[in-house]
């Protein structure tokens, strides 16, 4: 049932592109436009729609993060995404044009449920992104975006991520088409551009024998640290939750910007600190201030792992260990840039003798508060 792998992250990790594409599977028309009608949130209400608010735990709330600068680029709605088990104790504002959209791979979550239960009664539309037909999170929103990951046996999310990624982008998508945005009008170009990363995932997928080697030479360490910005600090956020789950580590992610508001201080000889860098292309102000930042904690001693895309040059002379990624559209860097960390995880783990498919203290799916 494992089909071949020692351990079902692995065949879930290797099962990225094809649920990447079957994500995007019957969404698209001939002319590249979406065609979501199984959301069956009439276009009228969606045009309504004057905030979002996206709630999730976890692996889906870090798929939320990269949810809101989609969103908020492609459509200018404002949109805001909170952890699903703080949500309700704040009072939070939400009327009848307010957009929720609960993301959760097995739809049984107690936190997510009882978030979105709260936002139904202030008469918010609740758009479930799920990957378990029939569970309880999208029976009870008022639709659901369903991701095509197939089944998820691994207690660490891998696949169900990157599919919820995906479906976030159509979601994100179509509400700029339904509106008519700017970016609506180049809804083909972004989907084009989405359909292109199945095959993208899959480079990453062959390149990854050195990521497993500098894994198992850290081994002995006790903290790595991770470091991001823009799309890449929610990108941080995952890698460092897939080593403390898995290996067991201390991990931190951070936006790099905060480094000299404090975590510089924690650099000391040979820490490895993986850094996820922006495409140059895209937000250049960032890549450059990122580089600089590679440079800063390198000078005190940090062993830098740096996770940057084909072509990146800039990089080279500050990088103890440098990982490619083919280029991709800013916004959609995070579908190429978490695999790496994945696999990382997954063989620290191994290589600590954890249990992989098993973390201890850990369950699939959540179902008390
Ligand atoms: C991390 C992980 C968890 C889940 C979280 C939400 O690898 O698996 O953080 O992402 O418990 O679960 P769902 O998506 O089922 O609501």
Redesign the pocket.
């Given at each position: 049932e494992k089909g071949g792998y020692d351990y079902f992250m692995l065949k879930e990790i290797a099962e990225q592109p094809k649920a990447v594409a079957d994500t995007l599977l019957g969404r698209i028309d001939a002319n590249g436009s979406l065609t979501l009608d199984e959301v069956r949130i009439p276009a009228a209400v969606l045009r309504e729609v004057d905030k979002v608010v996206v709630v999730?735990?976890?692996?889906?709330?870090h798929a939320g993060m990269i949810a809101k600068l989609a969103i908020e680029h492609w459509t200018r709605i404002p949109c805001e995404t909170e952890l699903?088990s703080e949500f309700r104790y704040r009072d939070p504002i939400l009327d009848q044009r307010t957009l929720v959209i609960a993301?959760?791979?097995?739809?049984?979550?107690m936190?997510?449920l009882m978030a979105l239960r709260h936002a139904r009664e202030q008469g918010a539309k609740v758009l479930a992104v799920c990957?378990?037909n029939g569970s309880t999170?999208p029976r009870e929103s008022d639709a659901v975006l369903y991701t095509h990951a197939g089944p998820e046996v691994a207690?660490?999310?891998?696949k169900?991520?990157l599919t919820?990624l995906v479906a976030c982008y159509l979601v994100a998508l179509y509400l700029g088409q339904v509106r008519g945005t700017k970016w609506g009008d180049e809804v083909d170009v972004v989907v084009r551009e989405l359909s292109d990363i199945a095959a993208a995932v899959d480079t990453v997928l062959e390149t990854m024998e050195p990521v497993r080697e500098l894994a198992r030479s850290l081994a002995h360490k006790n903290t790595v640290l991770f470091l991001g910005r823009h799309v890449g600090y929610p990108v941080a956020l995952e890698g460092a939750?897939?080593l403390k789950?898995l290996a067991y580590m201390h991990a931190e992610g951070f936006a790099a910007g905060e480094l000299k508001h404090g975590p510089i201080a924690l650099i000391e000889q040979d820490l490895p600190v993986v850094v996820v860098v922006p495409s140059p292309r895209g937000r250049s102000v960032l890549h450059g201030k990122i580089v600089s930042n590679i440079q800063e904690i390198r000078a005190r001693g940090a062993r830098t792992i740096v996770i940057a895309e084909e072509g990146d040059e800039a990089v080279v002379p500050y990088a103890d260990h440098l990982i490619r990624i083919p280029a991709t559209p800013t916004l959609l860097q995070p579908l190429v840039a978490t695999v790496p960390l994945q696999v990382f995880a997954c063989e620290l783990a191994t290589a600590r003798g954890n249990e992989v498919d098993q973390p201890r203290n850990?369950a699939?799916?959540?179902t008390v508060e």
């Amino acid at each position: 049932e494992k089909g071949g792998y020692d351990y079902f992250m692995l065949k879930e990790i290797a099962e990225q592109p094809k649920a990447v594409a079957d994500t995007l599977l019957g969404r698209i028309d001939a002319n590249g436009s979406l065609t979501l009608d199984e959301v069956r949130i009439p276009a009228a209400v969606l045009r309504e729609v004057d905030k979002v608010v996206v709630v999730a735990c976890g692996t889906a709330y870090h798929a939320g993060m990269i949810a809101k600068l989609a969103i908020e680029h492609w459509t200018r709605i404002p949109c805001e995404t909170e952890l699903a088990s703080e949500f309700r104790y704040r009072d939070p504002i939400l009327d009848q044009r307010t957009l929720v959209i609960a993301i959760s791979q097995s739809g049984e979550t107690m936190d997510t449920l009882m978030a979105l239960r709260h936002a139904r009664e202030q008469g918010a539309k609740v758009l479930a992104v799920c990957n378990t037909n029939g569970s309880t999170i999208p029976r009870e929103s008022d639709a659901v975006l369903y991701t095509h990951a197939g089944p998820e046996v691994a207690v660490a999310s891998t696949k169900a991520f990157l599919t919820q990624l995906v479906a976030c982008y159509l979601v994100a998508l179509y509400l700029g088409q339904v509106r008519g945005t700017k970016w609506g009008d180049e809804v083909d170009v972004v989907v084009r551009e989405l359909s292109d990363i199945a095959a993208a995932v899959d480079t990453v997928l062959e390149t990854m024998e050195p990521v497993r080697e500098l894994a198992r030479s850290l081994a002995h360490k006790n903290t790595v640290l991770f470091l991001g910005r823009h799309v890449g600090y929610p990108v941080a956020l995952e890698g460092a939750l897939k080593l403390k789950e898995l290996a067991y580590m201390h991990a931190e992610g951070f936006a790099a910007g905060e480094l000299k508001h404090g975590p510089i201080a924690l650099i000391e000889q040979d820490l490895p600190v993986v850094v996820v860098v922006p495409s140059p292309r895209g937000r250049s102000v960032l890549h450059g201030k990122i580089v600089s930042n590679i440079q800063e904690i390198r000078a005190r001693g940090a062993r830098t792992i740096v996770i940057a895309e084909e072509g990146d040059e800039a990089v080279v002379p500050y990088a103890d260990h440098l990982i490619r990624i083919p280029a991709t559209p800013t916004l959609l860097q995070p579908l190429v840039a978490t695999v790496p960390l994945q696999v990382f995880a997954c063989e620290l783990a191994t290589a600590r003798g954890n249990e992989v498919d098993q973390p201890r203290n850990l369950a699939k799916s959540v179902t008390v508060e």
